[in-house]
């Protein structure tokens, strides 16, 4: 099997054009790269996360990506670590973003950093400052975004249909044709739908939406991807209309939990 | 050459377990802020009672943690439900053949962790708010939450150290459950389904209709199970000395599986979150290269037993595209409840669902004695009734539709506060 590259090491020629134009954009941009420096540092977490390094290299020893990409903790930690704005920026191009969040590092540094926890602090602030390589990274996410903003479950069976999970499983094509019917024999009721891993309440997906939205997900969604949280915005006020319907067909008054 | 005594042994295994409690920094129990949170009225400990039955097993430091058996809230995870549903099913079938009461809703969303950690949108106040959302649901249904999935358990304890730890965001989540007419909750121990199989193992065991002893298993050790927030999994002495989580392998032993050992039993799956739905090349040469192929070539598995949603998809459906490097492994891949479930006699396609299965199952169920032809041929009849519009088999009574747009409260009572049980 082939091993991957990894983008930020690459000669420029090697990088696909619409990456290069942003990473470009924001490389250039010390106003960016200090506004995102400024906001890592202020993050409650960067404290409780980045408590010191030896260098030891443990934690890239165990790193399931650091074999297949040209990634390692150890250098995440350091990248945390430097007081060059534009050392994190060139990082959150696109390093960040092989990290596979299994904590293995976490559980062999002997200084007890949260290595994960620091990247994952990191992604959250390429979303947030819609950085052009993170749009370009996570666009073929969208389809599961818009699923767990609106149904609060992150796959559903329709998902793995032949033509986008073509090396899963060559059984897929039939599933597919017969998913209806494989589903129905599920003995258990909620997860008898192809459209969400199970069926999850009106109301709960409406009490989800409340929660991203007074959270301010949805605020930093936007500077991601505003046409996907225009959708997502339209669907749930749909639900909302029909949510007031159903009360009035139940004939339930107030917060229908009670 | 000194012969130890058994009692030697164990204390030269404690002595190396207790060291991981002395690395460089002192790990808080959460457990004990939790309570007087609570006695100041920051939040709500949903408790563990007597009418749970709770089990005591032992955590990495030597720490009790409680078990509980029954009257559980299914927190399901949605990569199973979604593409493993006899995952599910087959922790219900025992629930049921045990008479367990639990509740299983249309009102629970995910953990959303499994986005979080692929795409970072998310932030800590939206990730806590779901977890409380959740947890609330079965505090005022009187049961209590059992976690399906390997990253919701480990989402949640971090969202639980979270709220205990950070007034800010204990407040803001107060303040969005107070909206919605909730409360601050947080259970009194983040259970994992896999810790319920584990204190059932000896049940299971006990159901057994068929051999495993010819049946050789290698386990796969979740890492959202214990490298997240290590302090919080099982650990047993008599099970790999104490050096590796008990759970699975105390249930493969239980059914008279030989677990067989293997170089890379550390190693994550490759499942990656991101990378197990948009950057597959790196998640299938990891799974294959990393893991299936010493599992195979050096332990000669008869099939792969591990514990989470990810990991069950990544190490199943990773395989068949192997072929094309000659790479023929095809090991079937199942959740240790799943192969208990077969063990126990459960049926293979209506309730332990292999066909939903990548990496084919019939090698391995021959192995064990199961006619599966017939199972088969049986299912294949049961589709054709379904698709003539006839009866559905289920595990417990379906819901009313009016509880697809509304959490209608059970009527259950909130228990009192007792922690002894």
């Known amino acids: 099997m082939s091993i991957m590259k990894n983008l930020p090491n690459r000669k420029e020629a090697d990088r696909p054009s619409m990456?290069?134009?942003?990473?470009?954009?924001?490389?250039?941009n010390s106003e960016l790269a200090a506004k995102i420096f400024s906001q890592f540092r202020s993050d409650f977490r960067y404290h409780e996360f980045v408590l010191g390094c030896l260098n030891c290299g443990e934690c890239t020893t165990g790193c399931p990506a650091a074999r297949f990409y040209d990634f390692s903790p150890r250098e995440m930690l350091q990248i945390a670590m430097s007081d060059d704005p534009q050392v994190l920026l060139d990082a959150m191009q696109e390093k960040i973003w092989a990290c596979c969040q299994c904590y293995t590092c976490?559980?062999?540094c002997r200084f007890g950093n949260d290595i994960a926890g620091i990247i994952s602090v990191m992604r959250e602030l390429a979303v947030k400052n819609g950085l052009e390589s993170t749009k370009e990274v996570l666009k073929p996410a969208s389809r599961s975004l818009l699923k767990v903003m609106t149904h609060g479950t992150q796959v559903s069976p329709d998902m793995i249909q032949p033509d986008f999970f073509v090396d899963w499983d060559p059984k897929a094509v039939s599933k597919s044709s017969e998913l209806a019917v494989l589903r129905k024999a599920i003995p258990i009721d909620v997860l008898q739908v192809t459209d969400s891993s199970w069926e999850v309440s009106m109301q709960t997906a409406l009490e989800l939406a409340q929660i991203y939205e007074e959270s301010g997900v949805l605020d930093m969604l936007r500077a991601l991807d505003p046409d996907l949280v225009e959708m997502i915005v339209d669907i749930i006020s749909d639900w909302k209309e029909e949510f007031e319907e159903m009360k009035e067909k139940y004939v339930i008054k107030g917060d229908a939990s009670k | 050459m000194t012969m130890l005594s058994a009692d030697q042994i164990r204390n030269v295994l404690r002595a190396r377990a207790e060291h991981r409690a002395v690395s460089d920094k002192k790990v808080p129990d959460v457990r004990e802020e939790m309570w007087k949170l609570q006695d100041k009225g920051e939040l709500i400990v949903i408790p563990i009672t007597a009418r749970n039955k709770p089990v005591k097993v032992e955590t990495l430091f030597g720490w009790e943690k409680k078990i509980p058996t029954?009257?559980?809230?299914?927190?399901k995870s949605c990569g199973q439900c979604g593409n493993i549903p006899g995952y599910p099913a087959s922790l219900l079938w025992f629930m049921n053949q045990f008479e367990t009461s639990y509740l299983n809703?249309?009102?629970?969303?995910?953990?959303?962790?499994?986005?979080?950690?692929?795409?970072?949108?998310?932030?800590?106040?939206?990730l806590a708010a779901v977890a409380v959302r959740n947890w609330y649901r079965a505090y005022e249904t009187g049961t209590f939450p059992l976690i399906h999935c390997g990253t919701s358990y480990g989402d949640y304890k971090e969202m639980r150290k979270l709220l205990i730890e950070n007034a800010e965001i204990r407040n803001k989540v107060r303040e969005i459950m107070r909206h919605m007419g909730k409360e601050l909750v947080i259970p009194e121990e983040i259970v994992h389904y896999s810790e319920w199989v584990h204190v059932m193992s000896d049940r299971m065991a006990s159901m057994a209709k068929y051999d495993l002893s010819d049946i050789t298993v290698t386990v796969h050790?979740?890492?959202?199970?214990?490298?997240?927030?290590?302090?919080?999994?099982i650990y047993d002495m008599n099970v790999h000395g104490g050096q590796r989580p008990a759970p699975p392998t105390a249930l493969m032993l239980a059914l008279g599986a030989k677990v067989a050992d293997y170089s890379t039993w550390y190693d994550c799956c490759g499942f990656g979150f991101r990378h197990i739905l948009t950057e597959r090349e790196?998640?299938?040469?990891?799974?294959?290269?990393?893991?299936?192929?010493?599992?195979?070539?050096?332990?000669h598995s008869d099939v792969v037993i591990t514990t989470d949603t990810g990991c069950v998809t990544t190490l199943d459906k990773s395989q068949w595209i192997g072929k094309v490097h000659g790479m023929d492994f095809m090991v079937p891949v199942l959740a240790d409840v799943q192969l208990a479930a077969l063990s126990a006699g459960a049926h293979p396609y209506k309730i332990v669902q292999v066909h939903w299965h990548a990496s084919p199952t019939e090698k391995l169920m021959e192995k064990i004695g199961i006619d599966y032809v017939k199972?088969?041929?049986?299912?294949?009849?049961?589709?054709?009734?379904?698709?003539?519009g006839g009866k559905v088999e289920y595990?417990?009574?379906?819901?009313?539709?009016?509880?697809?747009?509304?959490?209608?409260?059970?009527?259950?009572v909130i228990p009192e506060h007792d922690s002894n049980g």
């Not at chain 2, 809703?105 to 939206?126: K, R």
């Open chain 2, 221 to 233: 050790e979740p890492c959202h199970y214990y490298k997240m927030v290590p302090e919080d999994a």
């Open chain 2, 282 to 299: 790196f998640t299938r040469s990891f799974a294959t290269l990393r893991k299936i192929r010493p599992m195979v070539e050096e332990a």
């Open chain 2, 395 to 412: 595990l417990y009574e379906p819901h009313k539709e009016m509880e697809k747009y509304f959490a209608v409260n059970k009527g259950q």
């Open chain 1, 19 to 28: 990456i290069v134009a942003g990473a470009r954009n924001e490389e250039n």
């Open chain 2, 375 to 388: 199972y088969k041929e049986d299912f294949m009849a049961y589709l054709q009734q379904i698709k003539n």
């Open chain 2, 70 to 75: 029954d009257h559980l809230w299914h927190h």
């Open chain 2, 105 to 126: 809703e249309p009102h629970q969303t995910s953990c959303t962790a499994w986005n979080y950690h692929g795409t970072g949108t998310s932030n800590p106040v939206a």
């Open chain 1, 106 to 108: 976490n559980m062999r």
